[in-house]
């Protein structure tokens, strides 16, 4: 039994109360046999979150995409990779966004191939609810899959395919997902070639994560050795190769591998988004997601937080759909603290990050650069993290700090590219995590 809040499988609480009542008996009756304690339940398998992506509501703010006009009669294929392995998986599915429910008419999972295609004879179809092959999802809801035999090794890539007979309506997405999703006309979730599928995208579909059980995990049923990434598009990785999985939090994840100890590490990044306010196109401003997105993952003991320069440069004309209203650097720092608070209330550790140079792109401004700069003061001396990560000094430029070096620089002098996320996966501290 998961501890997540989600809709359609937790809409109401459920309390479990055990005991035994003796009264007392007659002083002639028989003597009565000992009591026997009451059966226990066989125990449940421990599920740990392996791959995640934050759901976000409908928007095309970048030309366009599949979450406007959502599916009917089509098949959506979409592969993740996931970062600890497990001998049974299953999916986490939501219409957190939708405004209808959502009808899953049939899903599998297989091992990856090339494309849109998986290897054959890998495919396994998916059940909800205790055998169902087809599920509908409320509005605003959340569900998980039954859990499937499925052995999997961390860094390997997982297809998960969804058929979706009815009109969706617009689709809850993840916007950037740095990777391929292909979409077929009809029923193709059994297909192991990937010749139906012709169209693509770049974000994800209702796909909000991957929990396994078993293998590696169930020697850590009860360890919560999680790592959540959580953050903006420098999170999310943006500027990045697109399926080349080179994330910084993807960096971290290999680092953790090559130690013979993988660990979970799960991006909850969304591009554009800010801590104090919300954004249409970018999801709920952090302080009210994190609940959703972090405190609800199985198995999680730390989280890496980055974020708050789309609060400093949100609110010029430069910013992306418009500016947002003016953060101060004190505002932005209670925001954070409020994360802070929000994670440990529930033995969550958190790590700071420094925010990242802005030099040469349409965020840095004289103004923007003070903020950013006594931000940063603030995460390095101000304790109020477990530890911190300097991220800033880890891909600046010695010569210019103010500005990423250019071999780490993406090109739009704000994201890192391939060679700078792995410089910040190589800034953390692995005895801190």
Same mark, same amino acid.
């Given at each position: 039994m998961t501890n997540r809040s989600r809709t359609t499988l937790r809409s109401a609480g459920i309390a479990l109360l055990a005991g035994l009542t003796l009264t007392g008996a007659p002083a002639t009756a028989a003597p009565q046999p000992a009591p026997q304690p009451a059966p226990q339940p066989a125990a449940q398998p421990a599920w740990h979150g392996v791959w995640a992506a934050s759901p976000q509501a409908p928007t095309a703010p970048f030309g366009p995409n599949w979450s406007t006009e959502g599916f009917a009669d089509q098949t959506l294929r979409q592969t993740v990779r996931l970062t600890a392995g +497990?001998?049974?998986?299953? #999916?986490?599915?939501? &219409?957190?966004?939708?405004? %209808?429910?959502?009808?899953?008419?049939?899903?599998?999972?297989?091992?990856?191939?090339?494309g849109g295609a998986v290897e054959p004879g890998s495919v396994r179809p998916l059940t909800f609810g205790g055998g169902r092959g087809s599920v509908t999802i409320p509005a605003g809801g959340t569900l998980l899959s039954d859990g499937v035999p499925f052995r999997t090794r961390a860094l390997e890539s997982v297809t998960v395919t969804l058929y979706l007979a009815g009109p969706t309506g617009p689709a809850t997405f993840h916007h950037f997902a740095g990777a391929t999703s292909y979409r077929a006309a009809g029923d193709h979730r059994s297909d192991a070639s990937g010749a139906a599928f012709t169209e693509t995208s770049t974000s994800w579909y209702y796909l909000s994560g991957v929990e396994v059980s078993g293998g590696p995990a169930a020697a850590r049923p009860h360890r919560r050795d999680g790592i959540v990434t959580f953050g903006d598009s420098i999170t999310d990785g943006v500027g990045a190769t697109n399926? /080349?999985?080179?994330?910084?939090?993807?960096?971290?994840?290999?680092?953790? /591998?090559?130690?013979?100890?993988?660990?979970?590490?799960? &991006?909850? +990044? $969304?591009? @554009?988004?800010?801590?104090?306010?919300?954004?249409?196109?970018?999801?709920?401003?952090?302080?009210?997601? *994190?609940?959703?997105?972090?405190?609800?993952?199985?198995?999680?003991?730390?989280?890496?937080?980055?974020? @708050? $320069? &789309?609060?400093?440069? +949100?609110? @010029?004309?430069? *910013?992306?759909?418009?500016?947002?209203?003016?953060?101060?650097?004190?505002?932005? #720092?209670?925001?954070?603290? /409020?994360?802070?608070?929000? /994670?440990?209330?529930?033995?969550?550790?958190?790590?700071?990050? %420094?925010?990242t140079p802005i030099k040469g792109s349409f965020y840095f401004t004289p103004e923007n650069e003070a903020k950013r700069e006594a931000f940063n003061d603030w995460v390095r001396t101000s304790g109020a993290y477990d530890a911190v990560v300097d991220f800033d000094r880890a891909v600046a430029d010695p010569a210019d700090p103010d500005r990423i070096l250019p071999a780490y620089d993406s090109g739009d002098h704000l994201h890192p590219g391939d060679a700078g996320y792995t410089a910040m996966a190589g800034a953390l501290d692995l005895d801190e995590l």
């Open positions: +497990g001998t049974k998986a299953r #999916i986490e599915l939501t &219409n957190r966004y939708g405004s %209808t429910p959502l009808r899953i008419t049939g899903a599998t999972v297989a091992r990856t191939a090339k399926d /080349a999985d080179d994330r910084y939090p993807d960096e971290l994840a290999e680092r953790l /591998a090559a130690t013979g100890r993988p660990r979970p590490v799960l &991006n909850h +990044g $969304i591009g @554009g988004n800010q801590v104090t306010n919300d954004v249409s196109w970018a999801g709920e401003a952090a302080v009210a997601r *994190f609940r959703k997105d972090v405190l609800t993952e199985q198995g999680v003991g730390t989280v890496v937080l980055l974020e @708050g $320069i &789309n609060d400093i440069g +949100g609110s @010029g004309p430069s *910013f992306p759909g418009g500016p947002t209203p003016d953060v101060s650097v004190n505002r932005l #720092i209670e925001g954070h603290r /409020a994360l802070i608070r929000q /994670a440990h209330a529930h033995g969550i550790k958190v790590v700071g990050a %420094t925010l």
